[in-house]
Each structure stands twice: as C-alpha cells, then as structure tokens.
C-alpha cells in the first residue's frame, strides 16, 4: 500500500485518539477526513451523510472546496457518490469523469481530479453515508486500499448512528441514520402497540473495534472460528437434534460456511487493517446484509441469512456470550423485534409487558401468529431487515391491522395512533357492551359463534366475548411450546381446565395435529419432499396409534360425566375415520373395564380440511357426528398454494366461486345429513369472509378471540337474506367471476354493514 503514514492500523489508532478528543462534531469530521487523506496520499476526502429527505450532504472535506461542506446537496440516483449509496458497494476508478454516472458539482471544484475510490458508510447493512477519496493522478486503487477505506468507514458510522452530527443539520435534513421510518408488512394479529424496541435477539455490541495488537486479534478470530466449527459438529452429531429435515439443513449450511476461505479471508484481511477480531466480523457481516437487501433470489436470501446467524454466533464466541442470548426483564409497553422466533420463546416473556411484535418473517397462519393472537399482541410480519433497522428502546408503533411499523414515528404520527388507540379502547367496550346480546341477523337467523383456542391463556376469552364454545381446541399447541412430550397427567390437567372454563358449553377438542409446519422441538423429524402432503396428523396417530390412543384416553378421562366431543384432523379417506373411531371404542371399553369414570356422551367428528372427502361427503355425514371445516388447509390444498409461503399464501381468493363453491358443498351435505357442521379457518375471523359463509348456508363459525367482537357486530346488523340472494346467483354464474370480493364489499357499503 502506498501509504505514506504508516498505513491503516495507524490510520486507525490516530482515528481512536480523535474519537476520545472532547472537539465538536464538525471538529472531528474535518480532522478525520485530513487523517485519512494524509494516509491514504489522496489529495482529496471527503464525507457524505445521508439525510433524512433521502439527499446526501457533503459534511467533511479535505481537497474540495471548504465553502461547499454542508451547501453540496446530492440526490440518492445523482453521481457516483449516489451509487456508492445505492447499491452499498465500494466503486474504485482511475479515470472517473469517464463514467456514466459522474456529475460536475462546480462548487466542489472537483474536475481536476482523476480517481476516484468511494465505499459506502454501512451500519447493519443500511447505508448512512458514503467516504470518497480522490486523486489527481489517473490511478488505480489496490483491494488493500479498498479495504482500508471500509474499515475507516466503520468509525464513521458510529459517529452518524450516535446521532452527534444532528446538531450540524437543519430542520428536516437531518441525518438518516435515526431518521423515522414508515414500513408496510402484513398485519398477522390485529390491534395497535405503541412502545419501546426490545431485540429478541440482543445485537451483540461491539464496544472495542479498533485493534491494539493486531496478530493477537488474528489468534482470537482464528480461534473463535475453530470453536464455531466445533460447536457446530457437536450439534450435528447431537442425538437430540433433529437429524433431519430443515434443522438440519441449516447446521449444514452452516458447517460449509464455517469453513468457506472467502469468508474467513474477509474478516482476517479486515483484522489486518487494524480492527479487532469483533470489529473484523462485525464489518463483514454488514458488507454480507447490504448485499442480502439487494438480492431478489429467495434461496441465495436464504443463505446469506445463515452467514448472518453465523457472524452472530462467532460474535458472541468473541464477547463470551457463547450460551446465547440472555433473557432480560421486559421494560413496559415492549415491542418484540425478531427475524423469526418459536411459540415457546413468545410466551417465556412476561406478556402483560408486551404491546407488539415485528418479524421479518411470520406467517398469518403460522403458530406464532395463533399463539400472538390469543396473548391479544398486535403484530405485524415481512418486515425487511427490522432488525437491522432498529436499535433496542427505539419508539416504535405496530399496526397490526394494516401491516404497518412506525419506527421512530414523528409526535404527529404517534398522535395519531394515540387516537386510534383510544378510539379502538372504546369499540372494544361496545363490543363487550353486546356480549349477552344473542347474534340474530337483523332478519332473525341465528348464528352460532365459537372460539379457536389451544392454550390456557385462551381460556379467559370465552367468559370475556360470551361465546357459544370452543368451536376448535388445537391440543398440538401444548405439545408445541413444551420442551419435552406433555405426560398423560399434564394434558389430562389441561383438558380438565378447559372444560371447566367452558362451564357446560360444547367444546371441540382435535386430536394431535403435528407433523407439516407443525414442529416438536423434542421430536425427530423426518425428512420428507413435502412435509405438508407428508406424514403428519392422523396419518402419524393411525401408524403409530401409542400417541392417539393415550391422547384420547386424557380426553376420555378429563370428560368424567360431561360431553366429549372429538374430532380427527387430515382425514383423507372415510376409512381413517373409522379406523380413528375404533380407537376412542376401544380406549371407553379399556377405561370402562378398569372401573374409571366415562364421559357423559362422546361425539366424534373429521375436520373436513383435505379435498378429497368433497367426493365422499355422503358416506362421511353416515359415519359422522358432526363435522368441522378447516378453510386454513382446505384452502391451501384446494389451489395447491402453500399456506405458510408469503409468495403463495394470498395468491388464490377463497371467496373466489371455485373455492366457496367447495365449501357450499360441504354446508349442504351437511344439512342433507342433518349433522350440524362449523367452520373453524381463519376465514371465519373476517368479517367480509364470515359473511360470505354465512350467505352459502354456514350457521356456526369458530373464530380468533380478536375477531369476535367485529364479526358478531357484523352479524347483528345483517340481512342475510339479501346477501343470500345476491350471492347464490353469482356462484352459479356461467360468466367467469374472480372472485365474490367485490360484490360483497359493495353489498357491505351499500347496506352500512360495519367490517
Ligand atoms: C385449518 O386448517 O383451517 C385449521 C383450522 O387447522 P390448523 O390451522 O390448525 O391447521
Ligand atoms: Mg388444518
């Protein structure tokens, strides 16, 4: 490197020696930026800082002309500085004026210089500014140079993210780096939280990124890397790991990058620019997440997501936090931030303290999303990088009913979302106020609504809303969130529990549904193509019947003297209900031989939610006692459209002809049969869709605490005859009909129906 100060690491510890200088801020931007051109032999350097109105604003330069520090204003898609921004990558050339993208600035004074060498100022992957050194010599910067440029770059973005240059700026041009944000996901659970970020994960924070003695941090970084590979050979060994399935995938994913000489390289080559092993792993990692935002194909994401877990277990190999990240104490009005958690890792937390969630990921059906509903948490997923995007205590708002984040949010948007709170506290006493009113349309068909449940903490909902019953309890949930199988006595206490809470109204226990999405933690995957099609549910109870049987004994004996009411999920064939049903006989006939007490009366049901029983309805309603449909997986399987998959999840319209037809079947099959049949999707749980079921003939629905109160106001306010009638004409249309949506929004409209 042709540098005549001693090259980065002294660079480097100069720049440290100006950190800790009590100077302004200006003070020491204008200092670093002589530093680094000093060492760099650049006659110029300069500092970019990207504002809030998404402009950059030159704020340091040594070469230029000093007059137009803080007057040289550049759009984001201006120049070559605007695509170092842009596209987060580092952009080094001899003869820049020949570029495409070079604009004349003449303020600057920039034309008689030839090189140019810019890296974008990065923090968590997110631009805050961009560092540019020129020269007036036709010259080519060496990778060295690059990289030592980056490095430097680190330090300025602590200094932009510490929010020390505010003070610099004028109103409304402020740096970026803690400028509010407005980001639009899609809402998984509704309600609004107002409060403070709390990373699920903790960013580790590196306190110390300049290094002291370099070879020392070379034998530190070396050494955390083998201890990563170890770690993660002992996990692929582990017994206890899931040997197969997308677990361990991941570990392998892992295993090959912990060994990829690309990515050790990076980070010693950052070491040798003088950082410390963390600082080293830390500017990588960042480098990796600016590339993951810019990359559109979903399997290099993916991967580029396990580099990133990766760099934070090295991370916490360097700052001794090995075991992982710590459980603190909630402060009030938490908003959980997550890429993606378990179920069992949301309810650890003490959820009286919490008032939102945000993921990257998450699903609307997923059951994280079931578990953040039943806590009553609004939450909101797909939100890109927002864990890169926050730091921990930042304000933060979650729309958890239009999918959208407020981070940061300006006091007039917070007043905003004040109302909407207030507002939303009162609707929520109006539907409480109209909890014993029964729900009869406004022409007289009563409707019979359920709750969805699976956990004790659902249990309070049926007292709070006045519901019929437990339209649906998903009895995998316990197995979900606990760490090892629930013992015989464990769900026997829970079943117990929950028709106690239900005090005499009908509840409608599932037997075990795991297997698809539907992971124990504790139990060894098996590798399928296709989980969801797989082995899972029944299929799993009726090859391995140990589980269903001493399932179903629980609820037999949890039900001593009262009503059972049970139903199988994934039923294909109406074989497997009998074969299921011949298991409950089997288990009264063993509780009944050995003198324990029965259930008053047991009910057994399917839950209709594979498409081919459509073409076995009547030989089902025979065999049946009631039946319940599952719009979440009939759905799903109807369009072949992955449920869990956003790309695919809301690509088909249920209240399209072809799918309400499906499930018009289904009513009028039922009523034929005279067996009562509920709907338990989360299709009930909207109101315009809840509707729509009521119109094609369903009169029991089972819904998501949180939808109670709006679909019964719905209810209340509706003649069904005349969306009967609108709608039954339109299902058999000839002419070619999307979907039904729009029709019933209109009806809705027209009629002032509250949705
Ligand atoms: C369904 O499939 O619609 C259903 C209610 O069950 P789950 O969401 O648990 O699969
Ligand atoms: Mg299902």
Redesign the pocket.
Known sequence: MRSALGGPRVLLRRLREVMAEPVSAQDRLDKIVVLIAANMVAEVCSVYVLRVDGTLELYATEGLNRSAVHLTVMRIDEGLVGTVAREAEPISLSNAQAHPAFSYRPETGEEIYHSFLGVPILRAGNTLGVLVVQNRAHRSYTEEEIEALQTTAMVLAEIIASGELTALALPGAEPAARRPLHLTGSALSEGIGLGHVVLHEPRIEVTKVIADDVPGELDRLDHAVETLRASIDTMLEDEGVARVGEHREILEAYRMFAHDRGWINRMREAVMTGLTAEGAVERVQSDTRARMLRMTDPYLRERMHDLDDLANRLLRQLTGRAGGPEKMALPDNAIIVARNMSPAALLDYDRTRIRGLVLEEGAA?SHLTIVARALNIAAVGHIENIVGLVDAGDPVIVDGVSGEVHVRPPTDVEGVYVEKVRFRAKRLEQYAALRDVPTVTRDGVAIDLHL?AGLLVDLPHIDETGASGIG?F?TELQFMIASAFPRTNEQLKLYRAVLDAADGRPVVFRTL?IGGD?VLPYMRAIEEENPALGWRAIRLGLDRPGLLRSQVRALLRAANGRELRLIF?MVAAVEEFDRARHIVERELTHLRRHGHGLPERVLVGV?L?VPSLLFQLDALFERIDFAS??????VQFLFAADRGNPRVADRFDPLSPAALNALKTIADAAERHGKSVTL???LASRPLEALALAAIGYRKLSLSPAAYGPVKAMFLDLDLGAVARLVEPLLKSEAHIASLRPHLKAFAETTGLPL
């Open positions: 059906t969805n649906l998903r549904d539907k999920p839950m939610e449909v599952g719009s979440n997986d009939l338990c999707g989360e």
